[in-house]
């Protein structure tokens, strides 16, 4: 990733030179102007071209155990704290780098894993009188899915539960985007709370939570899947193509490192055909939606004439079922991963129950040997780097397989390993050729808002979808547009050193010309003036988030105006790890330096101008090579 970074640096540096002319300029520039030039020389610009737990199975003791076995065990400064904590979570702070110094990764990682689940996304929706149904149907809404997401991951206390279940939701993706029917957005809710409870969990509770989970169910068409009626039609194949290729085990058979198996002839191995998609599409048949324990509200008069019978929410917290005496599971055998070698075939006879062919289908795409190192590699890269060598995913992947109390499966011992190996830890980390990866900008986000202790000004998180890439961040949490997420596990930056390094770059296919403005002038916008919201009681915007920079404002000025180093590398640290390199540094700071500060005798001017310095510190970074790429 340093090639790549270097290699998209290199062509903008004379754009860098031009517009640091007018950053120098004894007026100060805006704020938009600054943005531009440190854009320019970042890798961003450059890419343009191209409630309760469900624990239970989990060792924690384990997990967060064995400290011995890495050779990094405790940071040795802040900033190798920070660094941890904003891969571990989705921010640092200066109370959390302290308690990480204190304890250690292990012991961190250890007391952040007992903490119970918070408060759930669906409670949170009751709390904010989402389930009750008025006439301008809201029952009908998806887009209350948006303040859910957003008040979870900006606001819940348990942060890196939080940034294990977003990891989690790029794998097991189901999206806001095509929800429809009756209170999609406690659907949408459910989805999410199925993550958060298993997010320290065992895989294969997960697995079949999502698999009978309605947003899943509605996504990828198990809801309402029937047999083959005899007259040509056939169950649905594209959750039993998707739990195979996206959710369990991928296309090609792989070694335990991740690397693919190869036949005699140097072929890579496909997992499975087009036969074991329709064999095991069987099993996916006859469920539906559970209403058993729903009842029907107050008749909601529509706007159009007429009356309608909208069910409360409690459907949306249950698993789909098999309905009307199964009549619609398919009866026949089923017979699966008959010709893969090395694997056992599986075969269940005709009249085998739903739920026994459930389980057995489930159980086999969890004891696969792809298991591990597929589910395994794609967190390494969601929290830590794009590319982990072999070895490293051979050791998460080895603790996937037993936890070392017997255990396969264990989701917190994985995301421990994964966050304690020292290919995570090591200096090497810093200085790879591949190392690091894109900071997603929905993580770019949420680290700004919990970093500055942004909160909804209303309560009520209204905060939308960002998805659009040329006016906001072209991205938002649980709108993915496809099943395949934002990007590609495996997606390759055209004409660049990675590519021909054969390096994969997965966040950068979120990047193009639209989304590198769109994501600076929302940031811009953003960091200084905050969020609005349109309240049509008033028919006018009101302010919804708003950093204050509190701690930051006092540093404005330190040591010296023409310097603000104090304030500089309070930034660096919280934001970057302290990764910010020393001519960018001097950058940011000479920018800074130049811009006006205390006014004598106007204290609202100097609130001004300090705000401002702050505020331009904060872009800068945030538009810097050094802080896109997360190391």
Same mark, same amino acid.
Not at 64 to 80: K, W
Not at 296 to 317: A, L, R
Not at 514 to 533: C, E, P
Not at 565 to 573: C, H, K, P, S
């Given at each position: 990733?340093?090639?790549?970074?270097?290699?998209?640096?290199?062509?903008?540096?004379?754009?860098?030179?031009?517009?640091?002319?007018?950053?120098?300029?004894?007026?100060?520039?805006?704020?938009?102007?600054?943005?531009?030039?440190?854009?320019?020389? $970042?890798?961003?610009?450059?890419?343009?071209?191209? $409630?309760?737990?469900?624990?239970?199975?989990?060792?924690?003791?384990?997990?967060?155990?064995?400290?011995?076995?890495?050779?990094?065990?405790?940071?040795?400064?802040?900033?190798?704290?920070?660094?941890?904590?904003?891969?571990?979570?989705?921010?640092?702070?200066?109370?959390?780098?302290?308690? !990480?110094?204190?304890?250690?990764?292990?012991?961190?990682?250890?007391?952040?894993?007992?903490?119970?689940?918070?408060?759930?996304?669906?409670?949170?929706?009751?709390?904010?009188?989402?389930?009750?149904?008025?006439?301008?149907?809201?029952?009908?809404?998806?887009?209350?899915?948006?303040?859910?997401?957003?008040?979870?991951?900006?606001?819940?206390?348990?942060?890196?539960?939080?940034?294990?279940?977003?990891?989690?939701?790029?794998?097991?993706?189901?999206?806001?985007? !095509?929800?429809?029917?009756?209170?999609?957005?406690?659907?949408?809710?459910?989805?999410?709370?199925?993550?958060?409870?298993?997010?320290?969990?065992?895989?294969?509770?997960?697995?079949?939570?999502?698999?009978?989970?309605?947003?899943?169910?509605?996504?990828?068409?198990?809801?309402?899947?029937?047999?083959?009626?005899?007259?040509?039609?056939?169950?649905?194949?594209?959750?039993?193509?998707?739990?195979?290729?996206?959710?369990?085990?991928?296309?090609?058979?792989?070694?335990?490192?991740?690397?693919?198996?190869?036949?005699?002839?140097?072929?890579?191995?496909?997992?499975?055909?087009?036969?074991?998609?329709?064999?095991?599409?069987?099993?996916?048949?006859?469920?539906?939606?559970?209403?058993?324990?729903?009842?029907?509200?107050?008749?909601?008069?529509?706007?159009?004439?007429?009356?309608?019978?909208?069910?409360?929410?409690?459907?949306?917290?249950?698993?789909?079922?098999?309905?009307?005496?199964?009549?619609?599971?398919?009866?026949?055998?089923?017979?699966?991963?008959?010709?893969?070698?090395?694997?056992?075939?599986?075969?269940?006879?005709?009249?085998?129950?739903?739920?026994?062919?459930?389980?057995?289908?489930?159980?086999?795409?969890?004891?696969?040997?792809?298991?591990?190192?597929?589910?395994?590699?794609?967190?390494?890269?969601?929290?830590?780097?794009?590319?982990?060598?072999?070895?490293? !995913?051979?050791?998460?992947?080895?603790?996937?397989?037993?936890?070392?109390?017997?255990?396969?499966?264990?989701?917190?011992?994985?995301?421990?390993?994964?966050?304690?190996?020292?290919?995570?830890?090591?200096?090497?980390?810093?200085?790879?050729?591949?190392?690091?990866?894109?900071?997603?900008?929905?993580?770019?986000?949420?680290?700004?808002?919990?970093?500055?202790?942004?909160?909804?000004?209303?309560?009520?998180?209204?905060?939308?979808?960002?998805?659009?890439?040329?006016?906001?961040?072209?991205?938002?949490?649980?709108?993915?547009?496809? !099943?395949?997420?934002?990007?590609?596990?495996?997606?390759?930056?055209?004409?660049?050193?990675?590519?021909?390094?054969?390096?994969?770059?997965?966040?950068?296919?979120?990047?193009?010309?639209?989304?590198?403005?769109?994501?600076?002038?929302?940031?811009?916008?953003?960091?200084?003036?905050?969020?609005?919201?349109?309240?049509?009681?008033?028919?006018?915007?009101?302010?919804?988030?708003?950093?204050?920079?509190?701690?930051?404002?006092?540093?404005?000025?330190?040591?010296?105006?023409?310097?603000?180093?104090?304030?500089?590398?309070?930034?660096?640290?919280?934001?970057?790890?302290?990764?910010?390199?020393?001519?960018?540094?001097?950058?940011?700071?000479?920018?800074?330096?130049?811009?006006?500060?205390?006014?004598?005798?106007?204290?609202?001017?100097?609130?001004?101008?300090?705000?401002?310095?702050?505020?331009?510190?904060?872009?800068?970074?945030?538009?810097?090579?050094?802080?896109?790429?997360?190391?």
């Amino acid at each position: 990733m340093t090639a790549l970074t270097a290699e998209l640096n290199a062509p903008a540096q004379e754009e860098l030179r031009d517009e640091s002319a007018s950053i120098h300029e004894p007026a100060p520039p805006p704020i938009g102007r600054m943005a531009a030039a440190a854009l320019a020389g $970042g890798a961003l610009a450059a890419c343009g071209g191209g $409630g309760g737990t469900s624990s239970a199975g989990s060792s924690l003791g384990t997990a967060s155990s064995g400290a011995s076995n890495f050779a990094y065990a405790t940071p040795a400064s802040d900033q190798e704290a920070a660094r941890f904590l904003l891969q571990a979570q989705f921010s640092a702070s200066d109370a959390e780098v302290a308690v !990480v110094r204190s304890q250690g990764y292990a012991g961190w990682l250890k007391s952040q894993m007992a903490i119970s689940n918070g408060q759930s996304g669906t409670a949170w929706l009751d709390s904010e009188g989402y389930s009750v149904p008025d006439s301008n149907r809201n029952y009908f809404n998806p887009s209350y899915a948006d303040p859910m997401i957003w008040n979870q991951i900006l606001a819940s206390p348990d942060a890196p539960r939080r940034r294990m279940a977003l990891a989690l939701s790029e794998i097991f993706v189901a999206s806001t985007d !095509v929800m429809t029917g009756y209170w999609p957005h406690y659907v949408m809710a459910r989805y999410w709370d199925v993550l958060c409870m298993n997010a320290f969990g065992n895989y294969r509770t997960l697995l079949e939570a999502i698999t009978l989970n309605l947003a899943m169910g509605n996504f990828l068409n198990t809801r309402g899947n029937k047999k083959a009626d005899g007259h040509g039609s056939a169950p649905d194949e594209n959750y039993a193509r998707e739990v195979m290729q996206l959710f369990s085990i991928g296309l090609v058979l792989l070694n335990l490192d991740g690397t693919p198996k190869l036949d005699a002839n140097g072929a890579t191995i496909s997992t499975y055909s087009n036969a074991d998609i329709t064999e095991v599409a069987k099993v996916f048949t006859g469920y539906d939606t559970d209403y058993s324990q729903s009842t029907v509200t107050t008749p909601i008069v529509q706007p159009g004439g007429g009356t309608d019978n909208v069910p409360n929410t409690v459907f949306t917290q249950l698993p789909m079922v098999q309905v009307q005496n199964s009549r619609y599971h398919s009866p026949e055998s089923i017979n699966f991963f008959q010709n893969v070698p090395g694997l056992p075939a599986v075969s269940l006879p005709a009249g085998t129950s739903a739920a026994v062919a459930l389980k057995t289908t489930l159980d086999a795409l969890f004891n696969h040997p792809n298991n591990p190192p597929f589910i395994s590699k794609q967190l390494i890269q969601r929290l830590v780097t794009s590319n982990p060598s072999p070895a490293y !995913v051979q050791r998460v992947a080895s603790i996937y397989v037993n936890n070392g109390q017997g255990l396969r499966g264990d989701l917190a011992a994985v995301y421990a390993a994964i966050l304690q190996d020292d290919e995570a830890r090591g200096p090497s980390a810093l200085t790879g050729t591949q190392s690091g990866k894109l900071r997603e900008p929905m993580v770019r986000f949420t680290q700004w808002a919990r970093t500055f202790g942004v909160s909804s000004i209303s309560g009520g998180w209204k905060l939308g979808d960002l998805s659009d890439a040329g006016t906001r961040l072209g991205q938002s949490p649980l709108r993915s547009p496809t !099943v395949f997420n934002f990007f590609r596990p495996g997606y390759v930056l055209p004409g660049t050193t990675a590519l021909a390094a054969g390096a994969v770059v997965p966040e950068f296919q979120l990047v193009n010309e639209s989304s590198v403005a769109g994501y600076l002038n929302f940031m811009q916008t953003t960091i200084d003036t905050g969020i609005t919201y349109y309240d049509s009681a008033t028919n006018s915007n009101i302010l919804e988030f708003k950093a204050a920079y509190t701690a930051e404002i006092a540093l404005a000025e330190s040591p010296t105006r023409a310097s603000p180093g104090d304030l500089i590398n309070r930034i660096n640290l919280l934001l970057s790890g302290g990764q910010l390199s020393a001519a960018t540094v001097t950058t940011i700071t000479t920018a800074v330096g130049t811009m006006a500060g205390t006014v004598t005798g106007n204290a609202t001017q100097t609130a001004t101008n300090l705000r401002k310095r702050v505020c331009a510190t904060v872009l800068m970074v945030m538009a810097s090579a050094e802080y896109l790429i997360q190391k």
